[in-house]
């Protein structure tokens, strides 16, 4: 089992950054790809970014490339999303995931952390 603590939501203007973090502890946090998703109200689980194991190699939905940037501290067993120009339309609650297999489809992923809420005001 791997359980996965996000941390780092909040209030936030358009334009303005923020960075959130996930904890993960239980089992070993090696070979474990990871990933980010958000919820909006309403909304579907959607895919932000996800980073693999091995080679770090980062993927992201259109809506946030050049915006979010997602890394991995393995030592620590801590993954990050530094989001900067924030928009409202990036206001949900944002997920940390972990699997052994990487995929944008929310539901194939296994662990999930608890959710940290992120708001964007105008």
């Known amino acids: 089992q791997v359980q996965l603590v996000e941390s780092g939501g909040g209030l936030v203007q358009v334009g303005g950054s923020l960075r959130l973090s996930c904890a993960a502890s239980?089992?070993?946090?090696?070979?474990?790809?990871m990933g980010w998703f958000r919820q909006a109200p309403g909304k579907e689980r959607e895919f932000v970014a996800a980073i693999t194991w091995s080679s770090g190699s980062t993927y992201y939905a259109n809506s946030v490339k050049g915006r979010f940037t997602i890394s991995r501290d393995n030592a620590e067993n801590t993954v990050y999303l530094q989001m900067n120009s924030l928009k409202p339309e990036d206001t949900a609650v944002y997920y940390c995931?972990?699997?052994?297999?990487?995929?944008?489809?929310?539901?194939?992923?296994?662990?999930w952390g608890q959710g940290t809420q992120v708001t964007v005001s105008s």
């Open positions: 239980g089992r070993t946090f090696s070979n474990y790809h």
């Open positions: 995931a972990a699997d052994r297999k990487l995929t944008i489809v929310a539901g194939a992923w296994n662990y």
